[in-house]
Every structure is written in structure tokens, then in C-alpha cells.
């Protein structure tokens, strides 16, 4: 089993910015890809940023220039640096891992989601 926790989110000024992270642990061989998710109300949950652990990033038009992704690889852990927050950015952020286990060679696990608002 893997676990996802993730932290960081909260209440931010339109302009401000937050730094989300998500830290996986549990019987991981290797991880394959790591991303944020974000699902406003009546919206649709939708992928802001994915970054492989050989580095590669890609991210959602809506975010390119604003957000960073980062890894940091001995600490199992993804970064979101989020600035220039718009209130359109308020969403709950999913964290998703695609790992590789003992048991299976790629399953995809998700954190508990993380709030962020941004007021105007």
C-alpha cells in the first residue's frame, strides 16, 4: 500500500502564492510520475502539473509561467509552487502517483486533496 499525504494548501490573496507538497511512502519499487489535480465545485477534476522522475514537467496551459513542479527524489516528494494565485485557482489539489510495486508494475494512488482559496 502507498500513501500519499499532502500539505500546504490554505487561504491566499489574489497575486499571493503557496508552496503545495505531497510525500508518498509505503512499498514503493520506484515511482514513475508524480502530479497535482485540482476539482473546483461543479467542475471536473483536471491535471495542473505531472513531472516524471527523470525530470520531464508538463503542465496546464492555465498554470505554465505561474506554477512549478518540482521532486525531490530521496524524500519521495513532490513540490507545487503556485504564484501569482488566481481566484480561478481554487480548486481542492489532488496528489497523484503513478508507482511501480512489488505486487504490481504501475498503479496510480491518490492523496486526500489539500484546499486552496484564493480571495480577491
Known amino acids: 500500500q502507498v500513501q500519499l499525504v499532502e500539505s500546504g494548501g490554505g487561504l491566499v490573496q489574489a497575486g499571493g502564492s503557496l508552496r503545495l507538497s505531497c510525500a508518498a511512502s509505503g512499498s514503493i519499487f520506484s515511482i514513475n510520475t508524480m502530479g497535482w489535480y485540482r476539482q473546483a465545485p461543479g467542475k471536473q477534476r483536471e491535471l495542473v502539473a505531472r513531472?516524471?522522475?527523470?525530470?520531464?514537467?508538463n503542465y496546464a496551459d492555465s498554470v505554465k509561467g505561474r506554477f512549478t513542479i518540482s521532486r525531490d527524489i530521496a524524500k519521495n516528494t513532490v513540490y507545487l509552487q503556485m504564484n501569482s494565485l488566481k481566484p480561478e485557482d481554487t480548486a481542492v489539489y489532488y496528489c497523484?502517483?503513478?508507482?511501480?510495486?512489488?505486487?504490481?508494475?504501475?498503479?496510480?494512488?491518490w492523496g486526500q486533496g489539500t484546499q486552496v482559496t484564493v480571495s480577491s
Open positions: 513531472i516524471t522522475w527523470g525530470g520531464s514537467t
Open positions: 497523484e502517483a503513478r508507482v511501480s510495486t512489488q505486487y504490481v508494475a504501475e498503479y496510480d494512488y
